[in-house]
């Protein structure tokens, strides 16, 4: 299977780190949708990140859809059996991929968009959208379901906030977020996310 996509995406950084904690082998092309637009057209007409071509060359894209796929493949899932726990998991899935989602609309934003076409109240509703996300994904890592390390809520809500730190670190409040920060922190220190680097 090949990945393609670079890591700097929250995106493309979840689906490598589960393929590692799956123990599925992947071919990491890092092709930038912007830089390398052709070349990521030829593989994947939408050039949409991630993309994964299976080994039946089959392009799969949306980090959610992939990582069904994988774990499809892996025959596991990196999420809890019990049903309560479960909800809980994508309960803090579901804010670490809205707060992904907030800091890439507002790095867009500050990166792409000219100074004079940015729309003030547009930017302001994001940031107040991701600091609610940041603030009940930090209320929510107080008391973590059972099996959260290692899950995909745990590894996504990590990826998440390395991103912001890397990418936004004026738009996080880091003191106001130790969970947050000794999440990332720690997964940070892992193998998986080792072999997974930002960067």
């Known amino acids: 299977m090949r990945l393609i996509g670079l890591l700097d995406s929250p995106y493309v ?4 780190i589960t393929a590692r904690l799956l123990g599925l082998p992947l071919e990491h092309e890092p092709i930038s949708v912007f830089r390398g637009y052709e070349a990521f057209a030829a593989i994947n007409p939408v050039v949409k990140a991630p993309t994964l071509v299976t080994d039946g060359g089959v392009a799969l894209m ?33 804010l670490a991929l809205a707060s992904a989602e907030k800091t890439v609309q507002l790095v867009y934003e500050f990166n792409l968009r000219p100074e004079d076409k940015r729309h003030d109240p547009w930017i302001e509703r994001v ?24 899950s995909q809520a745990w590894l996504t809500g990590a990826v998440a ?9 004026d738009s996080i409040e880091a003191a106001s977020h130790p969970r947050l920060t000794a999440l990332a922190d720690e997964a940070e220190a ?10």
Do not use: K, Y
């Not at 950084?13 to 490598?16: M, P, W």
């Open 161 to 169: 906030w390395t991103f912001a730190r890397r990418t936004l670190p």
């Open 13 to 16: 950084r979840r689906v490598a």
């Open 62 to 94: 949306d980090s959610g859809l992939i990582i069904e796929h994988l774990e499809r493949v892996a025959g596991r899932s990196l999420g809890p059996n019990d049903l309560a726990a479960h909800a809980r998991a994508q309960r803090i899935l579901g």
């Open 190 to 199: 892992t193998e998986a996310f080792l072999a997974c680097p930002f960067d």
């Open 127 to 150: 940031r107040g959208q991701l600091a609610h996300a940041w603030r009940l994904l930090e209320a929510e890592l107080a008391a973590p379901p059972e099996g959260f390390e290692g």
